[in-house]
């Protein structure tokens, strides 16, 4: 893992590429001043530190999302799972229809939603929907969301580290 400091500036253009109340609520978490630095992981992932606390997170295609240790992971739309999915996603698995229970807000193919645990709605994961939440509501069997970050994952790893 390579990190090393970079300019607030690259943080900005990179929050600028989120929705603009999702980037206001990352930004609400900030003092005035601080200082940003970026890990570089295996598979193309950067994770953004704002003050020590991950914050943004940049997958291998570029898209860019806020991590699991972010308030602003509230304002994405959000799908919630039965007590047998947790167990799999939180070892990585994708989310499939069965274990679903709830889908809220709306989003389309492609969109970055937050998976949450039906009993205490706590984020597990986020994840690429592979299907509008119109669909995911619809359909009955499948895959319904790609898991890309979750809780125990290298991600969440190292803001364990960070924190100790």
């Known amino acids: 893992m390579k990190r090393h400091h970079v300019k607030v500036k690259n943080?900005?253009?990179?929050l600028g590429r989120l929705p603009?109340?999702?980037?206001?609520?990352?930004?609400e978490e900030?003092?005035?001043?601080?200082e940003v630095e970026v890990c570089k992981l295996e598979g193309g992932f950067e994770v953004y530190l704002a003050e020590g606390k991950p914050l943004l997170l940049v997958d291998g295609d570029?898209?860019?999302?806020?991590?699991?240790?972010?308030?602003?992971?509230?304002?994405l739309p959000k799908v919630t799972v039965d007590r047998g999915a947790i167990p799999h996603i939180c070892r990585g698995?994708?989310?499939?229809?069965?274990?679903?229970?709830?889908?809220?807000g709306e989003f389309g193919?492609?969109?970055?939603?937050?998976?949450?645990?039906?009993?205490?709605?706590?984020?597990?994961?986020?994840?690429?929907?592979?299907?509008?939440s119109s669909e995911v509501e619809r359909l009955k069997k499948g895959k319904m969301v790609k898991t890309?970050?979750?809780?125990?994952?290298?991600?969440?790893?190292?803001?364990?580290?960070?924190?100790?």
């Open 20 to 27: 603009k109340p999702l980037a206001e609520k990352v930004l």
């Open 148 to 164: 890309i970050h979750y809780v125990g994952d290298r991600i969440w790893k190292l803001y364990r580290n960070f924190k100790a």
């Open 11 to 14: 943080f900005m253009q990179l």
């Open 93 to 104: 698995a994708d989310v499939m229809r069965p274990g679903i229970v709830k889908v809220e």
């Open 62 to 75: 570029g898209r860019v999302m806020p991590t699991l240790m972010s308030k602003a992971l509230n304002m």
């Open 30 to 34: 900030l003092p005035k001043r601080f």
């Open 109 to 132: 193919e492609g969109e970055v939603v937050a998976i949450l645990d039906d009993e205490h709605r706590k984020p597990l994961a986020l994840g690429l929907s592979l299907f509008p």
